[in-house]
């Protein structure tokens, strides 16, 4: 299912979310452009699952309200020990505060980097948010974008920066 973010929150993306019956499993940025002739809306209607609903809801609730917090179930279906420990880790950062690599790593009894590289690879981002976790020098990276390095067409450290605008957390 591909959910409309309306333009002016995030302009031009779109967010794919894959889910099964029970759980959502990935959630990825695309460009609008790239989005199929089938793609959801936000509204919602009696013909999809109760699942759907609430992923349809919560998202909607999450970009109007800022301190709206997600409790859709989640699964990760990738990932080694590590990433997932510091995938629950990010869960328990609440909206509105950041953590730094070093602190998160210093929480799991790891490395900044190795916390980094797990936030990168984070098939879950906004629900698993990885936007919360910041350099100890300024706003660090998100989804493999740096300030000094960019990967695709998207400009993740802009949604990286709208997200902690959103959220109020301060930077």
Known sequence: MILNI????????????????TAITNIKFIPTQ????????LSINADISPLEQQIKYQFKQYFLLSGFQFSLAFQFIKGTEFQQRVWYALTEIPIGKVMTYGQLAQKLNSSP??????????PLPIIVPCHRIV??????GYAG????????????LAIKKWLLA??????
Not at 114 to 120: D, E, S, Y
Not at 135 to 140: L, T
Not at 166 to 171: D, I, L, P, Q, T
């Open 6 to 21: 309306p333009s002016s929150v995030l302009p031009n993306l779109s967010l794919s979310i894959i889910y099964t019956d």
């Open 34 to 41: 790239q989005k199929t002739i089938l793609a959801a809306t």
């Open 113 to 122: 980097r190795a916390v980094g590289n797990a936030c990168r690879n984070n």
């Open 135 to 140: 350099s100890a020098s300024g706003i660090g």
């Open 145 to 156: 974008d740096t300030l000094t390095r960019q990967n695709t067409d998207i400009d993740f």
């Open 166 to 171: 959103h959220e109020r957390a301060g930077f």
